[in-house]
């Protein structure tokens, strides 16, 4: 059965065909390209384009990923929200180096962000939380992410409880919950091409400004 398995996997491919990148067609800026770029996976109607693969790593180098959302960018850098205390939030914290992927299968794309992460201000955070819905917002206080629970009913009973104690909407930030602000060093488009010959091109930052250069696929 596992080698029935591994022959299929094998079997997996797809030839890339869709569009083509070149060095002419990019922006100066690799946050007005990104923006380009997001445009036409919102208006190709990709689910979830701002989703993303967030890399991290323990202060022992050794990595983790799990897929975020992307909350907002501009020439700072690429923000995300979530709770401090998780398993992500204590990594950042003992090392401030993380990576962010997006893949838009749909238009044979990805996006690969590098750099350092800092936490966005409280008053950033405070105004995104307000803007959540109020299940999101009691969400935030009753999961102590990353942690062990006994059950998942233990996990209701606690929302429920904030939900009473909430009862009026009126739900405050929680200290432990806040947003980080990825600072790129570097970012890479990629564009699928046929024969595996992608189109790689990579944004480095200087003290003049951003360098490109293309890849080897």
């Known amino acids: 059965m596992m080698s029935f398995v591994r022959e299929k996997i094998a079997e997996i491919r797809k030839d890339y065909s869709l569009k083509s990148l070149s060095k002419e067609d990019l ?5 007005e390209q990104f923006q380009t770029w997001f445009s036409e996976a919102i208006k190709s109607e990709i689910l979830e384009p701002n989703a993303m693969t967030l890399s991290t790593a323990s202060k022992d180098g050794i990595p983790s990923s799990r897929v975020v959302l992307l909350k907002g960018f501009d020439e700072r850098g690429f923000v995300f929200y979530t709770n401090y205390n998780s398993k992500k939030g204590q990594e950042l914290a003992q090392n401030p180096n993380a990576s962010l992927n997006f893949f838009w299968k749909e238009l044979e794309r990805q996006v690969i962000i590098s750099g350092v992460v800092e936490r966005v ?6 105004e ?10 009691l969400g935030a206080w009753a999961s102590a992410q990353s942690e062990v629970i006994e059950n998942s009913l233990s996990l ?5 409880d904030f939900e009473m104690r909430y009862f009026l909407g009126d739900v405050p930030r929680p200290p432990h919950w806040g947003g980080f602000r990825v600072i790129p060093n570097s970012i890479e488009f990629w564009q699928g091409r046929p024969s595996r010959l992608h189109d790689r091109f990579r944004y ?8 490109i250069d293309q890849l080897s696929p």
Do not use: C, M, Q, V
């Open 27 to 31: 922006a100066h800026n690799p946050y």
């Open 121 to 126: 201000s409280p008053e950033e955070s405070d």
């Open 156 to 160: 209701i009973k606690k929302f429920k």
């Open 204 to 211: 480095t930052h200087h003290s003049t400004g951003w360098r």
């Open 128 to 137: 995104y939380f307000k803007s959540r819905p109020l299940p999101s917002r």
